[in-house]
C-alpha cells in the first residue's frame, strides 16, 4: 500500500503541469540557498544542520552560478545610487487578493515590483491544524519602507495576522537597484 502511494506521488510530482506549478519555488529556494550566507555568515563555516547551507550542494551551485561581473553588480553599503533593499514576502489567499494587494502596493510606490508566485501550499497552527494553498507576493522595496508597507498589508489583507516577512538585498544589478530606488517614494 505505502508503495502504491508512494508511486502515485511520484507520477503526480512529475506530470508536466505539477512542474511547471513548482517552478517559481525553484528561484526562491535558490534565493534562499544562495541568499543565506549573507544571513547567517557564521553558519557557512560550521555548516550547522537546519540551514540551507548545510546542503552538500548548496556550494557548488554558488561556485557554478556565482560568476557576477564586478562592473554590474554591487553590494548595497558601496553605492550612492541605491538606497538599502529589502525583498518582502507576503501570502494570500489567492490570486485575486494578489493582484489586488500587488497592485495597491504598486499604486501607493511602496515598492517597484510585486511577483506573484502561485501554487504555494501551507500547513499551520492556527487554533488547530490547518492546509491550504495560497499565492506568495515576493515585493522588492527600499528598507525604510517595511514599516508603512506592513501598515498597508495589515490594513488590506484577509487575514486576521497576515505574514509580513523581509530579507535585505546585499548586492546585485546597479541598474535594477538605481530602478527600485527610482519607482519607490521617499
Known sequence: MAYALCSAGAASVFSSSAIRRRLPLVGAFCMLSFGLSN?????????KTGCA???????LLRSKFSTQ????????EASGNT?????VYVTVPNRDAGKKLA???IKEKLAACVN????????????????????????????????????HVKANHEYEVPEVI????????????EWLKNSTRD
Do not use: H
Open 69 to 76: 561581473s564586478q562592473a554590474n553588480t554591487i553590494k548595497m
Open 39 to 47: 544571513l547567517c555568515p557564521t553558519l557557512s563555516s560550521s555548516l
Open 103 to 105: 497592485q495597491s502596493i
Open 116 to 151: 506573484i508566485v502561485p501554487g504555494i501550499c501551507f500547513c499551520l497552527y492556527w487554533l488547530q491544524v490547518q492546509t491550504d494553498s495560497e499565492e506568495l507576493l515576493i515585493i522588492k522595496t527600499r528598507q525604510s519602507l517595511l514599516e508603512a508597507l506592513t501598515e
Open 83 to 87: 538606497v538599502p533593499s529589502i525583498v
Open 53 to 59: 547551507q548545510s546542503l552538500p550542494f548548496v556550494s
Open 166 to 177: 523581509s530579507l535585505p538585498i546585499t548586492g546585485g544589478s546597479i541598474p535594477y537597484l
